[in-house]
């Protein structure tokens, strides 16, 4: 999948300024830099992600007023060859976002993967007689995710992340930079409501999804950590 294929087209529309598309293009190597690392300490690929133009915002109807910058999601779709897992990454984080950041929300991302494929992979032995039946997936930093420790093995990642992310995502100076040079200038944003937070899925489509090997082999020995430890 090429990660630019959506910005290519906001390109060839002109809703976005040259030189944001310039500056996103030109930090996209720190993307690159972070999967590889990413990849190399946990052994597993990053699964396909893309650069969503518009940055989704979030509102809560409890909170009245209160909205909150989606960075990046890591969303389950259908697909022709079953459920495919990817990550969406917004182009604000990509433009404004320090390297470190850029690698710990990548990070993150990948742990709401791993925490979906785990999910996933549990519907293997359900019967085809419910395959008309709909699984419901609710993505959400509120979600239990496994232990940064045990997924990756680089321990600057593992802090990395433990440090950007100890309640929720903390960078005043990316929600900063964002609000003043995307959301202030009128750049294109994405409202979401809670709703929209929650993906159904048919079963059928789950039983199709192929789960790498290594990535099956990752998930049977993290059941069997998380087993130990309790």
Excluded at 32 to 51: D, R, T
Excluded at 75 to 95: C, F, K, N, Y
Aim: hydrophobic letters at 40%; charged letters at 30%.
């Amino acid at each position: 999948m090429d990660p630019l294929i959506k910005l290519e087209e906001v390109e060839k529309s002109g809703k976005l300024p040259l030189s944001i598309l310039n500056k996103i293009k030109m930090r996209m190597k720190y993307l690159y830099e972070g999967i590889a690392k990413i990849e190399q300490a946990s052994g597993l690929k990053y699964p396909n992600y893309y650069i969503e133009p518009k940055l989704p915002l979030s509102s809560s109807q409890v909170e009245k007023g209160q909205i909150g910058v989606l960075y990046a999601r890591t969303i389950p779709t259908e697909g022709i060859l079953g459920v495919e897992i990817l990550v969406q990454i917004s182009a604000p984080l990509v433009a404004f976002g320090l390297k470190t950041t850029i690698q710990a929300v990548l990070a993150h991302e990948f742990l709401h993967y791993i925490e979906f494929m785990k999910r996933f992979s549990k519907l293997d032995i359900v019967s085809d007689s419910i395959s008309t039946s709909l699984f419901e997936a609710l993505y959400s930093d509120y979600e239990r995710l496994f232990d940064p420790k045990l997924i990756f093995k680089d321990k600057r990642l593992v802090n990395l992340i433990n440090e950007k992310f100890s309640n929720g995502l903390e960078d005043k100076r990316l929600n900063e930079k964002t609000l003043k040079e995307w959301i202030e200038k009128g750049l294109p944003t994405l409202n979401l409501s809670p709703n929209d937070n929650v993906i159904r899925l048919p079963v059928s489509s789950i039983l199709k999804m192929k789960i790498d090997p290594p990535l099956k082999l990752k998930l049977e020995e993290l059941e069997r950590k998380v087993y130990e430890r309790r």
